[in-house]
């Protein structure tokens, strides 16, 4: 980084889930397999998995993309096969961000996947959401947070408002992911949801 933060962790936090810097536990993404029907909506409304790859798979690619429609299909109560995946491009900025599911229903079960070396982490949410994975630097531990949390950040953006001006209508709810067994990156979940005004008196 050519400008590096002289102050990272002096902001104050300004922002009711505690600023971008805020240290909270970090949400588990147990394995897949052992995901069951159940979402982890009463911590987050975002449900995270991993799955370590074996290095065995003569298709690493399917492999994640099996997992992913998996777990896809328990959160939309759909069987893989009946959803229609959109993973491709925004079609106003061109980039990848605001990935969804649509069941037969019409529900709408927004993802993100990211992979380091063999761990693949999924995150499923009603809201955008995005994950960002970065990689330690072990002669400067801890400067991985932000690039991780800035790339989770624009895959939460919904489409369409990646072009607008930047308004207070939603707000992007920040956490780190428990990624075991990679312990060189973090990853960062991030997901967008209506802006909830804060108590009047607070
Ligand atoms: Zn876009």
Redo the contacts with the bound molecule.
Sequence with gaps: MLFPDPTPHSRPATHPDGGWGARRPRLPAPPLDAAGARCDEDSAPVTLRSLVLSGQEEDEPRAIRAGLLSLLGTSSAAAPGDLVVDDGP??????H??LVATSPTGRRTYFAVVRHTRLVVYAVSPFPVGLGLAVEDADHPGRARRPARLRAQRGS?S?????RPRDGRVEYLVRYVEAEPSSDCVVSVVWEVPHAPAPSGS
């Design positions: 925004c079609p106003y900025c061109a980039r961000h605001a953006v489409r369409g408002r990646c072009v």
